[in-house]
C-alpha cells in the first residue's frame, strides 16, 4: 500500500521555490491504526491523509522536520518563523524555532512555545551562546512527546514534558510545555546530531553525524550519568555516515535501525553490531545513476498495527493496485 499527495497540489498557489523540488516527498510521516497519514512537506506544511490517499485537512505554516503524536492525539511538530531578538541580533530578524500543538482532527494550532524564548526562561540560557547569530540560530530537528510509560523510566523524564534536537547547538533539550522553560539540557558527546530518543531502560538512543573524528555513529548513552552504554559506527566495518539528516530506532527485539539517510540505506544490526537486514534505495540518480536518492526515514510497523477493518482494505487496495 502506498500514499501519495503532491505538496503543490495540497498548497496551490504556495509559492516556495526552496521546495519547488521535492514536491512528492514527505520529511516525515506518520501512519495511524485507521491507516490514516500525517505527512510534512518540510519548510512548506503538514496535511492528513486517509488510507485513500484523500486529505482531510491541510496546515499552511513552515513546520518542518519532525512530527510526533501524544497519548490524547494531539500532534507536536516545530514550526521555523522569523523574528527579531536583538539579544542576539539587534540589525536583523533570525528564525526562531516555535514547537507547535496541532488538533489531529481540524489540522488547526492549538498552542506555539518559542524554544529561545523557553531557553531564556531557564538555568541553560548559556547554552544560546552557542548558536550563530544569523539565519537558522537553532535549527531543531527533533520532537518527541514524553507519555506516562516513559516517564516512568527515569526520574530524569516527566509526562507530557518535550524532547527536542538542537542541530547547530550540538544541543538537545527536555522542555516543559506548561512552563515554557527547558529543564535540562545537555551537549558535547555528538555533533550535528539527529533523532534523539528515550529507550525502556532511560537511555537516549541519538545519531551523532559527525561527532565521530568527522563521520557518524550511533549513541546510547544514560543521561544521568553520561556515560555511554552502547556505540555503532566506530569500526571500519562498521562505518556509517550521514552529514545530514539521519535517524536510529530501538526495536523491539533488541536490535537498532539505521537510517544513513545521505546514501539511502537503512540497516538493523544486533548489539554485537552483526548486520541481519539491509535496505538501498532503488531509486538513483546523478550523471551515471551511482547515487541514491535520500531516505529521511524507516519505520518499522508491527504486524497488529492497524485495526482489523482497515487492514483488509489495505490489502484489498494493495491487490487491486498490483
Given at each position: 500500500h502506498s500514499w501519495e499527495y503532491p505538496r503543490n497540489k495540497a498548497f496551490p498557489g504556495h509559492a516556495n521555490p526552496a521546495v519547488e523540488g521535492k514536491a512528492k516527498s514527505f520529511r516525515r510521516a506518520r501512519v495511524m491504526a485507521n491507516g490514516d497519514l500525517i505527512g510534512i512537506y518540510n519548510g512548506s506544511g503538514m496535511?492528513?491523509?486517509?488510507?485513500?490517499?484523500?486529505?482531510?485537512?491541510?496546515l499552511d505554516v513552515r513546520c518542518h522536520h519532525d512530527l510526533d503524536i501524544g497519548a490524547d492525539?494531539?500532534?507536536?511538530?516545530?514550526?521555523?518563523?522569523?523574528a527579531m531578538h536583538a539579544d542576539?541580533?539587534?540589525?536583523?530578524?533570525?528564525?526562531?524555532?516555535?514547537?507547535?500543538?496541532?488538533?489531529?482532527?481540524?489540522?488547526?494550532?492549538?498552542?506555539?512555545?518559542?524554544?529561545?524564548?523557553?531557553?531564556?526562561?531557564?538555568?541553560?540560557?548559556?547554552?544560546?551562546?552557542?548558536?550563530?547569530?544569523?539565519?537558522?540560530?537553532?535549527?531543531?530537528?527533533?520532537?518527541?512527546?514524553?507519555?506516562?510509560?516513559?516517564?516512568?523510566?527515569?526520574?530524569?523524564?516527566?509526562?507530557?514534558?518535550?524532547?527536542?534536537?538542537?542541530?547547530?547547538?550540538?544541543?538537545?533539550?527536555?522542555?516543559?510545555?506548561?512552563?515554557?522553560?527547558?529543564?535540562?539540557?545537555?551537549?558535547?558527546?555528538w555533533s550535528l546530531q539527529h533523532e534523539p530518543s528515550i529507550l525502556p531502560s532511560g537511555n537516549i538512543l541519538i545519531f551523532d553525524n559527525t561527532g565521530h573524528r568527522g563521520r557518524s555513529k550511533i549513541l546510547e548513552f544514560d543521561p544521568m550519568t553520561?556515560?555511554?552504554?552502547?556505540?555503532?559506527?566506530?569500526?571500519?566495518?562498521?562505518?556509517?555516515?550521514?552529514?545530514?539528516?539521519?535517524a536510529c530506532h530501538r526495536l523491539p527485539n533488541g536490535n537498532t535501525f539505521?537510517?544513513?539517510?545521505?546514501?539511502?540505506?537503512?540497516?538493523?544490526?544486533?548489539?554485537?553490531?552483526?548486520?541481519?537486514?539491509?535496505?538501498?534505495?532503488?531509486?538513483t540518480w546523478g550523471p551515471n545513476n551511482n547515487l541514491r536518492g535520500t531516505l529521511f526515514d524507516v519505520v518499522r510497523i508491527p504486524p497488529d498495527f492497524f485495526s482489523p477493518d482497515i487492514s483488509a482494505s489495505l490489502v484489498s487496495d494493495s491487490l487491486a493496485a498490483l
Open positions: 496535511i492528513r491523509l486517509n488510507h485513500r490517499s484523500e486529505p482531510m485537512w491541510t492525539g494531539v500532534l507536536y511538530t516545530l514550526i521555523q518563523k522569523k542576539i541580533n539587534p540589525d536583523e530578524p533570525i528564525i526562531d524555532e516555535l514547537i507547535a500543538m496541532v488538533d489531529p482532527e481540524t489540522g488547526r494550532i492549538i498552542r506555539q512555545i518559542s524554544i529561545i524564548n523557553a531557553f531564556r526562561a531557564s538555568i541553560y540560557a548559556p547554552l544560546l551562546k552557542k548558536m550563530p547569530q544569523t539565519g537558522d540560530v537553532l535549527h531543531a530537528n527533533t520532537i518527541v512527546h514524553i507519555n506516562a510509560a516513559t516517564a516512568g523510566v527515569s526520574p530524569l523524564f516527566h509526562e507530557n514534558h518535550l524532547l527536542v534536537s538542537l542541530r547547530n547547538m550540538d544541543a538537545i533539550a527536555l522542555i516543559d510545555p506548561n512552563r515554557s522553560r527547558v529543564v535540562w539540557a545537555l551537549t558535547g558527546m553520561q556515560v555511554p552504554v552502547w556505540q555503532y559506527g566506530l569500526t571500519p566495518d562498521t562505518a556509517i555516515f550521514s552529514s545530514t539528516s539521519g539505521i537510517i544513513e539517510s545521505n546514501r539511502g540505506r537503512a540497516v538493523e544490526v544486533t548489539t554485537l553490531g552483526k548486520t541481519v537486514w539491509l535496505f538501498n534505495n532503488p531509486s
